[in-house]
């Protein structure tokens, strides 16, 4: 990985800023991490560790150069641009919805399915929706033990998830309240402070948003399964960082819940906490920059057959989105 050359497409974003962040951490030195943001943030200056690196235009970068490009600046730049990234020999990790159910794309969990990568010829590879990769990373184990067959699931999502504007929104409609004074909603369709809101994205289709259908068909991709019945409901809630995730499962076999805490805590990137008798269970802010997901509140359903309900936690900006990519990066390097 140390000698590896990245270009970070959306680097003053809050995905972005988290990629820099790991990318230091694990150790890439500055001079191969070039950061591309949109023409008003050229020569900008982001936090590189002990440094820092000046914030380049997409269109002043030869592409030829660098080993992976690593996409979040949103789905118009990805569609646009990732395709030339990609024939020019880089290897491109997209982390917008654009690619991810085309056919050629795959759509990777590194601890789930980076073995589908031998199944295609791509040199796009997408990173997940943030809700469905926390969600995915707890059902796998369950999935391979007890066969999952259906999932309802309601998420509970923080502001970061729309980027920096959804944090600064929630931000400065929590100061105009606290003021006694009105707000007015800008990027979300309602008052996010104070208040939850039962849509994420646009609405696909007068039933399900977009964010919806994402969870309930990357889920089949992910897992590989097509015939899984799910159904989903995304919610923004007034949280700065962390996904939390509701999640009622039915399977194939009989659910033993002793089995289900050994075989969740056995699989790489999932803890749990969960011991209601001391109030112990995940929560966004105790989940906030650290890597792993968090299962709480398992439990198997009174009368449903073979079902059980548990809450997953997770830093969306980071296993959600900016580590599961870096992750996708380190395998491959690994693998060569
Ligand atoms: P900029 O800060 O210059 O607008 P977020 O999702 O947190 O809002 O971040 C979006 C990221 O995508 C930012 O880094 C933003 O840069 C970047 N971006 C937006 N439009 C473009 C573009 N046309 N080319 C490159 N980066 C872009």
């Known amino acids: 990985m140390k000698n590896k050359k990245i270009l970070v497409v959306g680097a003053t974003g809050r995905v972005g800023r988290e990629m820099l962040s790991i990318l230091s951490e ?52 990805s569609a646009k641009y990732a ?60 999935h391979d033990t007890f066969g999952l067959k259906e999932v309802v699931v309601s998420t509970y999502q923080a502001t970061s998830g729309a980027g920096q504007k959804g944090v600064d929104e929630l931000m400065e409609q929590t100061e105009l309240v606290l003021h006694g004074k009105s707000t007015t909603a800008h990027h979300f369709k309602r008052q996010i402070a104070f208040n939850v809101i039962p849509q994420i994205d646009e609405f696909a289709n007068s039933a399900y948003t977009k964010e919806e259908l994402k969870m309930m068909n990357e889920t089949k991709k992910i897992l590989n399964k097509s015939d899984i019945i799910i159904t989903a409901t995304c919610v923004r809630v007034p949280v700065i960082v962390g996904h939390a995730v509701s999640v009622f499962a039915r399977f194939e076999k009989p659910v033993d819940i002793q089995l289900a805490h050994q075989v969740l805590s056995d699989f790489s990137g999932v803890k749990i906490i969960d011991n209601p008798g001391q109030y112990e269970y995940a929560t966004p802010i105790d989940c906030a920059s650290k890597n792993d997901v968090y299962v709480s509140r398992i439990r198997k359903h009174p ?34």
């Open 83 to 142: 395709p030339k990234v990609a024939e020019s020999g880089c290897i491109v990790v997209d982390n917008t919805s654009f690619f991810r159910m085309k056919e050629d794309v795959p759509l990777i969990v590194p601890e789930i399915n980076f073995d589908a990568l031998e199944r295609y010829n791509s040199r796009i590879i997408s990173n997940p929706n943030c809700s469905t990769i926390q969600m995915v990373m707890a059902l796998k184990p369950l």
């Open 26 to 77: 694990v150790g890439l030195p500055a001079q191969n991490v070039v950061p591309v943001a949109s023409e008003r943030s050229i020569g900008k200056s982001l936090p590189y560790g002990r440094t820092a690196l000046e914030v380049r235009s997409i269109n002043s970068v030869n592409f030829s150069d660098y080993d992976y490009a690593l996409f979040s600046a949103g789905s118009a730049v």
């Open 303 to 336: 009368d449903a057959e073979n079902a059980m309900s548990f809450w997953c936690v997770a830093d969306n900006v980071r296993k959600g989105a900016a580590l599961n990519a870096i992750q996708i990066v380190q395998r491959l390097v690994a693998q060569q």
